[in-house]
């Protein structure tokens, strides 16, 4: 909404700069015009950035909305005003506690992400050294490949019983299915990393006949850090992905199974709410990574 | 000492994918210490990989390379090698990409203090004081080759082996940063083994010039001495007749002796 009014106000700044300009040039031609022709250019540019980068997503918003309240209208689904009413509801009291199937949104959000923190976490303990491992062995790659490439296509929740039988209860179980989910990306990237490190830095460590920590901490970790965090966002996106999936086969308190809970009650308000929590939480997930690794890209 | 750096009766053979390639045949020479020679010759005679095979990059197929009476079995900072990449590590200040040599080096007997010192040194001798906490992306090419350059001149090596060291810059910043190898080498009084295209480079750095033959199966075809007076004054030479008739030799021998086809 902003948006529109910004590239509204510049058609209008623009004429007022004209007749301002008008009346000066015979008194003082030379002085006045930099300092006006300055600032509205940037403002200018801004604007145009702003049209560029921020009026198409709006617009897709939009649409989007307006799609989902047509349909609401020809069905049963809740439409966009419905559901914002109760989402200011469930989000001006979100850390209620009534007993362990009634919890606020927040305590959902924070099982949750508590349970992708930890599958997510063992698997980057084991999957990062693995990776380094089966980048810089070729034999271990050798080894490795055929046992991952059978692994990986897998789908996350056909991990889950193996979980619940070797555990014999829901909450490892279900974190058991968010580490083997994310433990592939972390160690296919990171090995891809090892075996692109150039050969010019490999020369340099081979000339000074570095120390293997020295070699590991100055040169191979380094090289391989953005391909890590590649394999790290693409890890985290994945463990997102399957907690819901997971919460609603395990129950315990969580996003997963409130969806199932709220579709139990029938309260459908409540699922789509859930599905736009699920989105923004994974999109802000994967901006912070992004944003750590956009720091180590030399 | 004659014999400082040795290379005698070396082969070189690379198995490729298309069959077995020899790259060098029956090589031998020897570097006098504190002597600067040069390796020219057309792009694939082979004279980066004698270069290789002195920093102990590869290994020989057969015959010998010692280092002050050592044989060479590997690489290692005796031998500092300045690439023609530069390869400084990117996550590294200037100051960083040389203190890794220098703490390589010096580390098992020198206090931090000392180091830090050696490494503001190098850095000085090329003229990049102001550049220490730059990191390589935000420095020009030259300055990249100099952080390089102080690199290798910072484990005060046995040996500088410089592969095509200023190939990769513009004219006017290749002769400034030759002059200033020219006076660097003669304040370290380093011995040094360069590869170059560049004729003009080799006589006036060298001297003496190690002209290589047409690959496969390069070998020396001769050896050119360069006695020309030091210092070596660029602008004085380009009038000197003996300079003249220098660049003539080699020029002849690269484009009338050993004539590669385009």
Sequence with gaps: MTVVHMSKSKPKAEPEIITEEEP?????????PPSPVAGPSRWKLAAQGLQRNAVPPMFGLVLFVSLWAIVSVSSELPGPVKTFDAAVKVFSDPFYDQGPNDQGIGWNILHSLARVGVGFGLAALVGIPLGFLIGYSGFLNRMMAPIISVLRPVSPLAWLPIGLYVFKQAQPAAIWVIFISSLWPMVLNTASGVTQVPQDYLNVARVLKLSPWKMFSRILFPAVLPYMLTGVRLSIGVAWLVIVAAEMLTGGIGLGFWVWDEWNNLNVEHIIIAIFVVGIVGLLLEQAILLVARRFRY | MEKFVQIENVHMVFDTRGGRYVALQDVSLNIRQGEFVSIIGHSGCGKSTLLNLVAGLYAPTSGVLLASDREIAGPGPDRAVVFQNHSLLPWLTCFGNVY???????????SRADLKRRTREALALVGLSHAEQKYPHEISGGM????????????????????EPLGALD????????????????????????VTHDVDEAVLLSDRIVMMTNGPAATIGEILEIDLPRPRDRLALVQDAHYLRLRGEVLKFLYAREVKAA
Excluded: C, H, Y
């Excluded at chain 2, 890794?100 to 020198?110: M, Q, S, Y």
């Design chain 1, 24 to 32: 000066l040039p015979p008194s003082a031609p030379v002085v006045p």
């Design chain 2, 100 to 110: 890794l040599a220098v703490e390589r080096v010096f580390g098992d007997t020198e």
């Design chain 2, 144 to 163: 990249k080759q100099r952080v390089g350059i102080a690199r290798a001149l910072s484990m005060q090596p046995k040996v500088l082996l410089l592969d």
């Design chain 2, 171 to 194: 004219a006017l910043t290749r002769a400034n940063l030759q002059d200033e190898l020219m006076r660097i080498v003669a304040t370290a009084g380093s011995t040094t083994l360069m």
